[in-house]
């Protein structure tokens, strides 16, 4: 089964400070995906990766920035958090070959005070 | 713009209940159109995925199909662990020369409670 894991589950941060939040995934997956969900607004994108350190912008990627060093590895990192990006992160990948189904983690729930 | 609109934003059923979920949805060119089901604090499972209108997927109590314009989820005879936020998605095709990269636009979810 694919895997894709998320290194913390719960993670609290105080305003102003450097945040990273890392996804693995072990299926050899050329894309990756990283969204955040708040109740009433569903899944959005943040930013995606379809190879090695490449990257585009999803649809709200303003404070956020990523990274992918290596093929299983995708970063998100904020700059300097702040409250409004209090909310659940999910990373995802795919193939790049039909079905293009994605594969979600299980989420980090950060919470920025 | 892609969207996608799920309704009914909450659902209760009892016990044996059936149901269905509606997911309308407007796109550029539908490459494929998910349904994942989420449990609190967890992220998305994949349940189906349905390409082209006439379409039909079932697993267990749950039968997902398609239109060209939307999406029904049918819930048969639900049972309390049926009871999740269940979420609708698009894929597009690539256009202008570019490639969607399976990027997926996600509705708001239809938050789905069965009482025994």
């Known amino acids: 089964d694919v895997k894709v894991t998320q290194s913390s589950r719960y993670l609290v941060k105080r305003t102003g400070e450097k945040v990273f939040l890392e996804c693995v995934q072990d299926?050899?997956?050329?894309?990756m995906f990283w969204y955040r969900q708040d109740p009433g607004l569903g899944l959005r994108l943040i930013y995606f990766?379809?190879?090695?350190?490449?990257?585009e912008k999803g649809d709200i990627p303003e404070g956020y920035s990523v990274s992918r060093e290596k093929k299983e590895r995708f970063s998100l990192i904020l700059e300097s958090a702040s409250t409004n990006q209090t909310s659940m992160y999910l990373c995802a990948s795919s193939p790049s070959t039909a079905p293009l189904r994605q594969f979600f983690g299980p989420g980090t729930r950060l919470t920025v005070l | 713009e892609d969207q996608v609109t799920q309704s009914p934003e909450a659902l209760r059923l009892q016990e044996g209940e059936s149901s269905s979920l509606n997911c309308s949805y407007t796109?550029?060119?539908?490459?494929?159109l998910f349904w994942y089901r989420q449990d609190p604090g967890k992220g998305p499972e994949f349940l189906f995925t349905l390409y082209s209108a006439g379409e039909e997927k079932e697993k267990e109590r749950l039968k997902a199909t398609l239109t060209k314009k939307e999406s029904f989820l049918h819930i048969t005879a639900p049972k309390p662990e049926d009871s999740a936020t269940y979420l609708c998605a698009v894929q597009p095709y690539s256009n202008a020369g570019g490639t969607s990269y399976g990027k997926l636009t996600f509705g708001q979810g239809t938050i789905l409670t069965v009482h025994p």
């Open positions: 796109v550029s060119g539908l490459r494929g």
């Open positions: 990766s379809y190879d090695v350190k490449m990257k």
């Open positions: 299926m050899d997956h050329e894309n």
